[in-house]
């Protein structure tokens, strides 16, 4: 299948690539900046979106591309709103246009965070900062204007070691730094999205053809801080690097986050495709196989 994507630089982008690739898809890679492989596209251009969809002729979009520095958006809503809503839009226009299906990716921070257990599909969104209200209102238009489409909620993403600029590898790069104490949130739960095994559900997701919304997370939940610990524990620094459990108050933000980022894989499961392993299981993986290249602990 001939496969658009944009934000293909992305650390989640790029893994989804070399997926798509593994499974004989032909990819054509955009991004925001042109790099080796991949074609320069400004979302937010419409012309530029139906310029290059018109040419490229693909049988299906991946939409990745997006702001997702969460606090930026808060400074800068009209940046945000351009950017994932009608960045969004002009895809999702030009897939109708040429009746190109879409899989648009977005977000478990489209819920408010106040539920106890793992929030499903079935569940009713409603934003807690501008981040997520501008990518609720991409999902939003994907649903109004297209019939075929697969819309795919990240948990906390991880992933690409040294360009994730997420919460992870903020951890690894602090014991790499030396640290031997680290304050760590408590209060804030989740489920953590590898970017490697993220990718590989989505080529199995979109041959069953069957559209509509879908949450996709590693099996489990936990706080900042059990992940925290975990990664000491994988780096081989349990006894040398203390973590300190605090309350998110600690750390005051320009946008506010939701208590709660749990999601369970409810559309998946039904349709026997939620192969995801457990987060440990994972970020086990992820951190011992990543730390062996170029450590320096």
């Given at each position: 299948?001939?496969i658009?994507?944009?934000?293909a630089s992305?650390m989640l ?10 499974c004989?898809?032909?990819?054509l890679s955009?991004?925001f ?20 969809i018109?040419r ?10 997006a702001?997702?520095?969460?606090d930026?958006?808060?400074r800068?809503?009209e940046?945000a709103?351009?950017v994932?809503?009608f ?5 999702v ?8 299906p ?11 965070g ?7 599909e079935l ?8 981040y ?16 075929r489409y ?6 906390w993403m ?5 360009i994730?600029k997420k ?5 690894v790069s602090q014991i ?9 949130v408590?209060?804030?739960f ?6 490697k095994?993220f ?7 979109i041959?069953?053809k ?9 099996k489990?939940?936990?706080s900042?801080?059990?992940i925290a ?19 998110s108050?600690a ?7 939701a208590?709660s980022e749990m ?7 039904l349709?026997?495709?939620?192969t ?5 299981q994972?970020?086990?993986e992820y951190?011992k196989t990543?730390?062996k ?5």
């Amino acid at each position: 299948m001939r496969i658009f994507v944009t934000g293909a630089s992305g650390m989640l982008g790029t893994e989804v690539v070399l997926e798509l690739k593994r499974c004989n898809h032909e990819v054509l890679s955009y991004g925001f900046s042109r790099a080796s492989g991949i074609q320069k596209l400004d979302i937010t251009d419409k012309a530029a979106v139906f310029d290059e969809i018109s040419r490229a002729k693909p049988e299906l979009v991946f939409h990745l591309a997006a702001e997702t520095d969460v606090d930026r958006c808060q400074r800068e809503p009209e940046h945000a709103f351009r950017v994932n809503t009608f960045g969004t839009e002009n895809i999702v226009l030009a897939c109708q246009t040429f009746d190109i299906p879409l899989l648009y990716i977005s977000t478990a921070g489209v819920f408010y965070g106040d539920k106890k257990n793992p929030y499903t599909e079935l569940d009713t969104p409603n934003p807690k900062n501008i981040y997520s209200e501008s990518k609720l209102q991409g999902e939003t238009i994907v649903q109004k204007l297209l019939s075929r489409y697969f819309i795919v909620r990240a948990g906390w993403m991880v992933g690409g070691w040294e360009i994730d600029k997420k919460f992870v590898y903020k951890i690894v790069s602090q014991i790499k730094e030396g640290k031997t104490e680290l304050r760590v949130v408590s209060d804030k739960f989740g489920s953590p999205s590898f970017t490697k095994d993220f990718a590989k559900i989505l080529p199995r997701l979109i041959e069953t053809k069957r559209y509509g919304i879908y949450h996709l997370a590693n099996k489990g939940t936990a706080s900042r801080y059990q992940i925290a610990l975990k990664i000491v524990e994988f780096m081989g620094m349990k006894d040398a690097v203390k973590i300190v459990p605090v309350e998110s108050s600690a750390f005051p933000a320009q946008a506010p986050r939701a208590d709660s980022e749990m999601m369970d894989n409810h559309n998946l499961e039904l349709l026997g495709l939620n192969t995801m392993p457990h987060w440990e299981q994972a970020l086990e993986e992820y951190v011992k196989t990543n730390h062996k290249v170029g450590s320096s602990v």
